[in-house]
């Protein structure tokens, strides 16, 4: 069976008006608001009633690998499910566990995350290219073929970052814009004629991208970016401010927002996901489906 290529399946969710990605961060302490115990079980439960809500109403949901990694194998054990009912349920998942590695290394994390039947498989996983970017040529041809995507940090949303990723490379580029650049080139090279590209970046809603040196007025033309954006709810970024933020790198927006929704407890959920969801759709929906 041929799979629709990631960036398609990601067209397909900002169409049908859903920008929305649902966090699924298991802390401690939301745990136990949720009434649950701090172990693999009360992981598993939440993630999956997130799971439930966003069905049909968000474009995907990104568990936090670490988490449920607290845990060791019954922690694995419980993300496999919660895996297994949002890929049941037509959500896209993206699993955020910021992998990185040599390419041989890569091409390894890259088959348990995103290789058909692997227990932990999902649509798209998180990158850290402090090993550089080349190190996802292994892996490319599987993680493509497969209809799979890549999120590789670039400029995110935690103070503690800003000076590497605003170091300036030997060909004048910030760290954070050479990240923005290489991935779009990844998807012009891939499929020119792409709605939506299948790499994407990771900045946070939080920033000035022009701290980073990134330039947000971008020509259209090209696939448009995958942007995942954290930042929004808990961390203070405005949804009415995405344009602002983002401009023309915001045509293929994701907006997390994980302990905003979490953080009203089990009860709920539902609606808050739905307000949530809505609300982001007004802000960046278009005509085009993209942001
Ligand atoms: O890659 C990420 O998802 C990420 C990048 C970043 O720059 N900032 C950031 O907060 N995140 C993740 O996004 C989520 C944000 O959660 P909330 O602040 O609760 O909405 C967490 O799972 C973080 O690990």
């Not at 970016?225 to 808990?234: K, Q, R």
Request: proline fraction near 4%.
């Amino acid at each position: 069976m041929t799979v629709a290529p990631f960036g398609d399946r990601l067209a397909a969710q900002f169409a049908a008006g859903r920008h929305l990605c649902a966090g699924i961060d298991p802390h401690a302490g939301l745990l136990d608001l949720w009434g649950l115990h701090d172990d693999a079980a009360g992981a598993e439960r939440m993630g999956r009633d997130v799971v439930a809500a966003a069905a049909g109403v968000a474009a995907c949901v990104k568990p936090q690998i670490s988490f449920f990694e607290r845990f060791g194998a019954a922690g694995f054990a419980a993300l496999e499910r919660v895996l297994a009912d949002a890929r049941a349920a037509g959500l896209l998942v993206i699993a955020d566990a910021k992998r990185g590695d040599i390419g041989s290394t890569f091409a390894a994390y890259a088959e348990a995350w995103l290789s058909p039947g692997s227990p932990l498989e999902s649509d798209a996983l998180t990158v850290s290219p402090y090993m550089g970017v080349g190190m996802l040529d292994d892996a490319d041809t599987a993680v493509r073929e497969h209809g799979k995507g890549l999120f590789v940090l670039a400029a995110t949303s935690n103070a503690e970052a800003r000076p590497v990723q605003t170091a300036v490379r030997a060909d004048g580029r910030t760290v954070a814009a050479a990240m923005v650049d290489e991935a779009e080139a990844r998807n012009r090279a891939a499929d020119a004629r792409a709605a939506v590209g299948t790499t994407g970046v990771v900045l946070g809603a939080t920033l000035r991208l022009a701290d980073f040196g990134i330039d947000r007025h971008r020509a259209e033309g090209g696939p448009a970016l995958p942007v995942l954006a954290p930042g929004f709810g808990h961390q203070g970024a405005q949804i009415e401010d995405a344009r602002e933020i983002f401009g023309g790198l915001g045509r293929a927006l994701l907006a997390n927002e994980s302990r905003s929704i979490l953080s009203g407890g089990p009860g709920g959920i539902a609606t808050r996901v739905e307000e949530r969801a809505a609300k982001i759709a007004a802000a960046l929906h278009n005509e085009k489906g993209l942001a």
